[in-house]
């Protein structure tokens, strides 16, 4: 009999249940264990219907994807479907958690579905650049019609039970999984309801067999945002084999575009973040069983543009917030700002019509830093210069509960600096955020040199409640973010003075996949700032210079690199712009070259790479893997690209070394020499997954 799923008899009721921690993934075993259960269950005649179910936190979250691009392990998914779905005797998936993926495609091939209120399903393949390969495609619709199908399908987000509910998923709601899919068995059985098998039920296909722009329709909104993406696409087209061919054939087709993707680089990229998201959540170094401190209210000092952001995303998580401000005025303008940001999410139906309200509730504003002595957590976000910060961190000292966690939003100054402000050190972390805050995913979780590792935890566990995916880092400027872009900035900017464009610049960075170029995105921050910056320190950048000494500082003014027109926010080259650079080479005696796409690319992408080489030396970050998690979720590096370093392993280490040294001596900078372990990693023909998998291995 299998380990991982158990066959019980209630009289007259058979009862399957997976139990494959954490999530009831379908490996092998759980593909063989079912199937073994379900033909017992049909052998038995003393059972006359069947209830598919899962122990633990969740029903079948999905197919195991440890186990992609490995060779295939019998039983196919898809057998284990054909038999239960041929099964002569009624099968009831009975679902809590989420079901997702194969999971669902399990519950689909079932003749009917019950589930707990709280349940979600969905089909999120997508998100990993795949499409559902065992017959969701073909039977979602035939479900709940192409329409709905796509969204979830092309989308990959999943629906709740009430929803599942109204369009036909799920026969009823029930109390609990196994007890509510025993008895709704019973009641099948009473009534005698034939089984519904949904490969044989075409019905709600009809209206877009007779009028195919139902589907194409719902495909053309749901890919809107797909640029770049392969699975989006794909999945759509394999929602249509179920509209255009026999469910047989569909499936078939189906299966094909499955295992074309599962093999594509996309794909390969797409699950290595899921499994890099996740890692980055175990904290190298900290001793095994470190609990985090709790927090049941946080205090945000500043209601700015961040500290707002942040404000609403721990009340979108329902944690209750003090929000602290020096003035009534600002407080009310902070307030103010969050309250119209959530009634606008709300009157476009992206939450209920009475969160804003509730959301609200759980934000208590005053002034006076006096006011922090309630909170658990305590996280700054006051103006960026380190003598601010010490003396608010010296103020935290006198009035925070002993034992609060006190963080810094800072995005580049030295937390352990900031931490020497106060005489719990221990206590002390930094929290960056990306703005928005409340949209952007990535908290960058500075570790400083006395930081405790209960309160390391306490902020990575915070920040997972939160909805937001943190990586841990150490102390240095810009942190890991902050400072490979600046790698990035300093060669858009010397580009400029070879004969590149602004725009030819941001066209080669968007064309990559990057949601914007370096030039757009100084236009959208603001050029005053870092040229108030250099005055300070008495350097020079003569474009940036120029364009700011003319007025232009970026979006605000309607002009910078770009110019934009009364309210609008798309940037358009300006003739003015060519201009002021080309009389500023002029002024300075630089010859202008004709500068290729490719070297382009290679100037900006190489350069970080290089600087996430030396992070890596430094051990401020602790795995390649968590340095692709900060770009992919604060600066939305493509996803399809992995990261960074993912990124650079596709290229070749010894390609990127190579041409790194070459613009070193080209452009006479030194700055682009590879680092040392980029350097060794090329000269042995490694990658930098394998320091990843070395250091697992230590
Ligand atoms: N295959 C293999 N492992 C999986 C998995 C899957 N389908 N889904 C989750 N896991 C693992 C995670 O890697 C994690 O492992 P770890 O503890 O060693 O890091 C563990 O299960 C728990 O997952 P986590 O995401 O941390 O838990 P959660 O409660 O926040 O979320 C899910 C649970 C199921 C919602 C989430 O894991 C998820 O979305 N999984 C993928 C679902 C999916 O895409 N299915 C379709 C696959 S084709």
């Known amino acids: 009999m299998s380990e991982v799923v158990k066959l019980e008899r209630h009289d007259e009721v058979g009862i399957v249940t997976v139990n494959s921690p954490p999530v009831n993934a379908l490996s092998a075993a759980v593909r063989g264990g079912i199937l073994e259960c379900i033909k017992a269950a049909v052998a038995d005649p003393a059972i006359k219907g069947i209830v598919l179910t899962c122990a633990g936190r969740t029903f079948i979250a999905g197919a195991d994807i440890t186990e992609f691009g490995k060779p295939p392990k019998a039983p196919a998914l898809n057998d284990v479907l054909s038999e239960i779905e041929n099964s002569p005797k009624p099968v009831v998936a009975a679902i809590h958690g989420t079901a997702l993926g194969g999971g669902l495609e399990v519950a689909l091939a079932c003749h009917f579905r019950v589930a707990v209120k709280e349940a979600k399903l969905g089909l999120p393949e997508v998100k990993l650049g795949l499409l559902p390969g065992a017959g969701g495609t073909q039977r979602l619709p035939r479900a709940v019609g192409p329409e709905l199908a796509v969204k979830m399908i092309v989308g990959g987000d999943p629906i709740g039970a009430a929803e599942a509910l109204k369009n036909g998923l799920i026969e009823e709601i029930v109390e609990g999984p196994a007890s509510g899919g025993e008895a709704f068995v019973r009641k099948l059985l ?98 095994e069983g470190t609990k985090s401190r709790p927090v049941n209210r946080v205090a945000i000092l500043g209601a700015g543009t961040m500290g707002g952001g942040i404000a609403m995303s721990f009340a979108n998580a329902g944690v209750p917030v003090t929000l602290i401000e020096t003035g009534e005025e600002q407080l009310k303008r902070g307030l103010g700002i969050m309250q119209k940001n959530w009634e606008a999410t709300a009157a476009r139906g992206g ?8 959301r609200m509730a759980l934000i208590t504003g005053v002034v006076g830093i006096e006011n922090v002595g309630d909170a658990d957590l305590v996280i700054e976000a006051v103006f960026e210069t380190m003598a601010v910060k010490k003396e608010v961190f010296g103020k935290l000292d006198q009035f925070a509960k002993p034992g609060a966690v006190l963080a810094s939003n800072t995005s580049y100054l030295n937390i ?58 150490g102390v240095c400027d810009g942190f890991v973010g902050n400072r490979m872009l600046a790698q990035r900035g300093k060669q858009s900017e010397k580009l400029l003075f070879e ?86 080479l ?34 401020i970050a602790a795995r390649p893997s968590d340095i692709d998690v900060v770009w992919l979720y604060g600066y939305g590096w493509p996803i399809y690209r992995g990261g960074p370093m993912f990124w650079a392993d596709t290229v070749g280490l010894k390609h990127i070394a190579d041409r790194l040294s070459f613009y070193a001596k080209e452009t006479n900078d030194p700055s682009l020499e590879p680092a040392p372990l980029l350097k060794k990693l090329a000269a042995e023909g490694k990658t930098f997954a394998s320091l990843a998998a070395a250091s697992k291995a230590a």
């Open 416 to 473: 352990d600096e900031i931490a020497k402000s106060t005489k719990r050190p221990q206590d002390v972390l930094g929290m960056h955020f990306f703005s928005p805050a409340n949209v952007m995913k990535l908290c960058e979780i500075v570790r400083a040199d006395k930081t405790a590792p209960d309160a390391l935890v306490t902020a990575v566990t915070i920040a997972r409640k939160i909805a937001k995916v943190p990586a841990v880092v």
């Open 586 to 619: 002029a002024r300075l005696g630089r010859k202008k070259r004709a500068v290729s796409d490719e070297e382009i690319l290679e100037r900006m992408m190489y350069p970080m790479i290089n600087e996430g080489a030396k992070i890596l030396e430094e051990g």
């Open 190 to 287: 009473a009534e005698k309801r034939p089984l519904r098998r949904l490969r044989d039920d075409d019905s709600k296909l009809a209206a877009a067999k007779a009028d195919r722009s139902i589907f194409t329709n719902a495909v053309a909104a749901m890919t809107k945002k797909s640029r770049g993406l392969e699975a989006p696409f794909a999945a759509a087209d394999a929602v249509g084999y179920a509209i255009d061919f026999p469910f047989d054939e569909g499936l078939k087709k189906e299966r094909e575009g499955f295992l074309k993707l599962v093999a594509s680089d996309q794909s390969k990229a797409q699950r290595y973040a899921f499994f890099a998201e996740r890692e980055a959540a175990k904290i190298a170094g900290v001793p």
């Open 499 to 584: 004969g590149a464009l602004p725009q030819q610049v941001d066209a080669v960075v968007t064309k990559f996949g990057m949601p914007m170029g370096p030039f757009a995105m100084g236009d959208l921050a603001g050029l005053d700032i870092g040229w108030r910056s250099r005055k300070d320190r008495g350097i020079k950048s003569e474009i940036a210079d120029a364009l700011c000494e003319a007025g232009r500082f970026g979006q605000k003014t309607g002009k910078g690199y770009y110019k934009y027109e009364a309210g609008s926010r798309s940037a358009l080259p300006d003739p003015e712009v060519e201009k002021l650079i080309d009389e500023t």
């Open 351 to 358: 939450i209920p019509a009475d969160a804003p309200a509730k």
